[in-house]
C-alpha cells in the first residue's frame, strides 16, 4: 500500500540534490586593470625626478606607491567565470539507481506488510494470553544473569540463559550466551552444535561462515553425527549447489531412526531439494475401486467369512491385472496397501517393490521411502 508514497518521497530527494546542481550559477566579469596607465605614470615620474621637480625621497616614495599598485592589479586580474555544464551520466545513475533500489525492494521486501515497531510487538506479549509466562521469563532471566555476573560463569547455567533468551526471541544474546559456554568447554561437541545453530537462527536461518566454523569443530569431534552434516548440506543448499545437498541430504535420512526428531526436517529439505531439481513428483492418487451400489448391497448381506473371501478375490485380480499392465504404479500402491490390510507384509512390500522397478525415474525416491516405511512398520 505505501509502495507509491516511498516512490513519490524517493523521487522528491533526487529532486533535492538535482536542482542546486542544475540550477545557472552568476556569471561574474571585471575587466582587467590597464596596466600600461601605471608605466605612464612611472615614466612621468622619472622626468619630474630628473627636471628637480621631486626630492629624491619624493620620488622613491611615489615610485614605491606606483609599483605596489601594478603587482596588485596584476595579481587581482580576473576573467570571466564560466560554469560547468551538468552531467549528464550522473544524472542517469542517480535515478536507475532509485528505480533499481525500489525494484529489489518490491522483489525481496514486503511492502504490502504493515508495520509492526518493536514496541508494540513488547507490548502484544505483555497483554496477550501468555503474557504472564513472558513476564515470568523476563524476571527469570533478570535473576539469571544477575547470578552469572556475581561469580564464575558455569556451562549449565549460560545453557539455561540461551534458552531464555531463544524462548524470548532474543537470539543474538543467546548465541552469546553459547559462546561463554563453549569457551569454558571447546572440546564439548554439544556446546559446539548449539552454539553453530544458534548462529543460524541468529541469522535467520542462514549458514553464515561464522557458524561453519563452529560446525567444522564441532564435526571433528564426532565425524559420524548427522547435525553438523545437515548443516553442511543445507550451507550448499543455500550456496546454489541443490545437487549435492540434495545427495547429502538422502543419505544422512537413510542413516536416521524412524522415530529421530532430526528426520522429518531432513527428509522436508530433501523433498524440496528433489522438487527443485525435478526428480520428484507426487504418488498419483490411490482410488478405491468402483462398484455398483447392486455389489455394495450384496456385501453388505455377506457374513464376514464371505467379506474376507470377496476382498481377497478382489485383490488377486488387481495382482492379475497389475502383472498384464505393470506401468500402472497406481495399481501396485493400491495393490500394496490392499495387501496390509488382508496382514500379508511381504506381499505389500514385494507390490511396493514393484512399483518402485516400473515407476518413472522422478517418483522413484518418493517410493523409496515409501517401501523404507513399510519395511519398517510392525
Known amino acids: 500500500m505505501y509502495l507509491i508514497p516511498l516512490i513519490i518521497f524517493c523521487f522528491v530527494a533526487v529532486l533535492v540534490l538535482l536542482i542546486p546542481y542544475y540550477k ?65 551520466l550522473f544524472t542517469i545513475s542517480m535515478l536507475m539507481f532509485l528505480l533499481m533500489s525500489i525494484a ?69 544474546s543467546a548465541a552469546k550466551a553459547l559462546y561463554q559456554a563453549q569457551v569454558i568447554d571447546p572440546k564439548s561437541f554439544d556446546l559446539q552444535l548449539m552454539y553453530g545453530e544458534s548462529l543460524i537462527v541468529a541469522a535467520k536461518e542462514k549458514v553464515t561462515p561464522a557458524a561453519l566454523v563452529v560446525l567444522n569443530k564441532a564435526a571433528k569431534t564426532q565425524p559420524a553425527h548427522p547435525g553438523p552434516k545437515y548443516y553442511f548440506a543445507l550451507a550448499d543448499y543455500q550456496a546454489g549447489d541443490i545437487e549435492v545437498a540434495y545427495r547429502n541430504w538422502l543419505e544422512i535420512s537413510r542413516g536416521l531412526e524412524e522415530q529421530s526428531p532430526l528426520k522429518p526436517l531432513v527428509d522436508y ?23 455398483t451400489s447392486e455389489q455394495v448391497e450384496t456385501i453388505q448381506n455377506m457374513d464376514e467369512g464371505e467379506q474376507a473371501e470377496l476382498i481377497y478375490q478382489m485383490v488377486l485380480q488387481l495382482a492379475d491385472k497389475q502383472t498384464q499392465n505393470p506401468d500402472n504404479i497406481e495399481g501396485w500402491l493400491r495393490l500394496s496397501r490392499a495387501y496390509m490390510v488382508l496382514g500379508q507384509k511381504p506381499d505389500a512390500i514385494t507390490a511396493m517393490k514393484s512399483a518402485l522397478t516400473n515407476a518413472p525415474k522422478e517418483q522413484q525416491e518418493i517410493i523409496r521411502k515409501e517401501l523404507e516405511k513399510l519395511i519398517k512398520s510392525p
Open 104 to 172: 529489489l525492494y518490491s522483489v525481496l521486501g514486503t511492502p504490502s506488510m504493515p508495520d509492526y515497531p518493536r514496541s508494540l510487538a513488547e507490548k502484544a506479549r505483555l497483554e496477550g494470553d501468555q503474557a504472564e509466562d513472558y513476564k515470568n521469563k523476563i524476571k527469570l532471566r533478570e535473576r539469571l544473569v544477575t547470578q552469572l555476573a556475581s561469580k564464575a560463569p558455569d556451562i549449565e547455567g549460560l545453557v539455561y540463559l540461551s534458552r531464555l533468551e531463544m524462548s524470548l526471541g532474543n537470539f543474538q
Open 269 to 291: 529439505w530433501a523433498d524440496k531439494a528433489a522438487m527443485e531439481l525435478g526428480l520428484a513428483q507426487g504418488l498419483p492418487e490411490t482410488r478405491a475401486p468402483s462398484i
Open 24 to 88: 545557472k550559477a552568476v556569471v561574474t566579469e571585471q575587466r582587467k586593470p590597464d596596466i600600461s596607465v601605471y608605466t605612464e605614470q612611472l615614466k612621468e615620474l622619472e622626468n619630474n625626478f630628473k627636471l628637480d621637480l621631486l626630492s629624491k625621497v619624493e620620488a622613491k616614495r611615489s615610485r614605491i606607491e606606483i609599483e605596489r599598485r601594478i603587482l596588485s592589479a596584476a595579481s587581482n586580474e580576473e576573467g570571466v567565470i564560466i560554469e560547468e555544464a551538468p552531467n549528464s
